[in-house]
């Protein structure tokens, strides 16, 4: 069939038919073209839409159908793709589509570790700027009345130290075993530039030192430790001590002063055969009472504050040696009620500058509620009480040697310490424990790599309820079974 002259020299177009239009409509007007029959102007230019997939459909053989078909494409979606184009401008045109069949879709827990780019280190001053930049004005108004109280503790003479006095960090604050946000037993002392103490030293303490302070400078304050104290024998509080002692020795530190019950010394004397361990020993047992009593000590020399058995020479001097460097005047454990040889800590001192303030902080170690541990608190300004089971749990602590909440309360009321933080949970509470602590001005709630300075214990009971508010307690769906034997 000819076509007139009209029709050919006008433009011809490729248009991409709409995706709903089936293949039996595309086709038709090229069998009519070719019937020589005539059709709607409708069925002349079908629906267009944007499509990857083109066709061309016939020409008409009038130049009304080709201006109706030009009128019709005006109000189309479609791009026109003029065909006197290259094949380059054409493809640049084109949006290629790629199937999704060459792809596998795996659920998130089945993709492995994210491997990106986790960003740059975040050092603590820049996250404590970004906070101050965020805080409306009534969390800045909370600040200056937070600075106004503690102000006025120091005026009344009740926190009156420097920043550079001590600073506790604890590690762990779990009973028996790790919980999803606790670890075993263990606490760092900082002493700032005279060194650090370890009080208990549960499994992996020195990774937890890590994450608080960073590889490098968790390292260093491993190197400068000076003395390391160990409540009683249950694993959960000694198991990261050997590896502490490895790290040292392989470092080429010296030996490492540890204190505890008689029965550790046993077994790092076992260890020191197959590793390269240091240390020097002091036998918590030559301070009990329990295990010497009617012991008559009938030496040249008296026996030190605190000791009911003479320590070896070397062993004392080297002790002596220790509480000079960190400025303390006693360092000295004291009998507790739990297993067999468990201890608790008592540390007195002064800060480093001149006419500082004295200090003394107290740990309970693991204990039931006991005079010991009120004597030895007496009038504190800090003891750390373990509250390993809450007060409804009364029989179950009585059972495995430990503490209720309100027992560690109540012996921190009746020693008259100035702030009283407990630790050492029931994995039963994963985060916070079950009891009302807000009402009480004096106490707060250790989580693992809280840092407490002595300068901030006069604000540190305002924490408790807002760290229960982060902390707002979720159904775990599960019930721990403790072994509460810590």
């Known amino acids: 069939m000819s076509m007139p002259a009209a029709a050919a020299d006008a433009p011809t177009t ?34 267009t839409s944007a499509a990857t997939t083109t066709t061309q459909p016939s020409t008409t053989t009038n130049t009304n159908s080709a201006a109706a078909n030009t009128k019709s494409n005006t109000h189309s979606t479609a791009t026109t793709i003029p065909l006197h184009l290259s094949p380059e401008a054409v493809q640049a045109l084109l949006c290629p589509a790629t199937s999704l069949l060459r792809y596998h879709l ?28 965020d805080w409306s004005e009534e969390m800045a108004r909370l600040a200056q009345a937070l ?29 028996s075993q790790p919980s999803k946000y606790r670890n075993v037993s263990g606490t760092y002392l900082d002493f700032f530039g005279r060194g650090g103490v370890m009080v208990d030293c549960g499994e992996d303490s020195v990774g937890q030192m890590e994450r608080r302070y960073g590889p490098k400078d968790a390292f260093q304050r491993v190197l400068l430790l000076q003395a390391v104290w160990i409540s009683h024998m249950h694993a959960d509080h000694h198991g990261g001590l050997v590896p502490l002692l490895q790290l040292r020795a392989r470092a080429g530190a010296g030996p490492l002063l540890v204190m505890g019950p008689l029965a550790l010394f046993e077994v790092l004397q ?16 030559c301070y009990s009472q329990k295990r010497n009593r009617g012991y008559s000590h009938a030496g040249p020399t008296p026996l030190q504050e605190g000791l009911t058995r003479p320590l070896p020479s070397s062993v004392a001097g080297a002790l002596q040696e220790v509480k000079q460097t960190l400025g303390l005047t006693t360092f000295r454990p004291f009998d507790v009620d739990h297993i067999h040889n468990s201890y608790g800590l008592l540390l007195e001192g002064r800060g480093p500058e001149e006419g500082a303030e004295p200090w003394k902080v107290v740990f309970s170690g693991d204990t039931r509620p006991c005079e010991s541990v009120v004597e030895a608190a007496r009038d504190a300004t800090l003891l750390v009480h373990e509250a390993t089971f809450e007060d409804e749990l009364e029989n179950e602590a009585y059972k495995k040697r430990h503490s209720t909440t309100g027992e560690a309360v109540g012996v921190a009321t009746k020693s008259g310490a100035y702030r009283t933080i407990l630790t050492h ?34 604000w540190l009971p ?17 019930e721990a079974e403790d072994e509460e034997g810590a």
Do not use: H, W
Request: a negative charge; proline letters at 8%; charged letters at 25%.
């Open 270 to 285: 076992s260890y020191s055969c197959v590793v390269p361990i240091a240390f020097i020993f002091v036998p918590a047992d």
């Open 147 to 175: 600075e106004a109280e503690a102000e006025g503790e120091r005026q009344a003479g009740k926190c009156r130290f420097s920043r550079d006095t001590l600073e506790v960090t604890f590690l762990g604050t779990a009973s």
């Open 106 to 133: 795996m659920p998130q827990p089945k993709q492995g570790p994210d491997s990106g780019d986790a960003g740059g280190r975040v050092c603590s001053a820049q996250v404590a700027e970004a906070f101050r930049t």
């Open 462 to 478: 305002r924490v408790v309820e807002p760290l229960g508010l982060l902390l707002k307690a979720e159904k775990e769906g599960f």
């Open 425 to 458: 949970f029931s994995t039963r509470y994963p985060k916070l424990p079950e009891m009302d602590i807000v009402s009480n001005g004096s106490i707060a709630v250790a989580m693992d790599l809280m840092s407490v300075n002595l300068a901030d214990l006069a």
């Open 14 to 47: 490729v248009v991409a038919p709409d995706a709903t239009t089936s293949a039996q409509e595309t086709e038709r007007p090229a069998e009519g073209a070719a019937n020589g029959s005539s059709l709607p102007e409708a069925s002349k230019t079908p629906t």
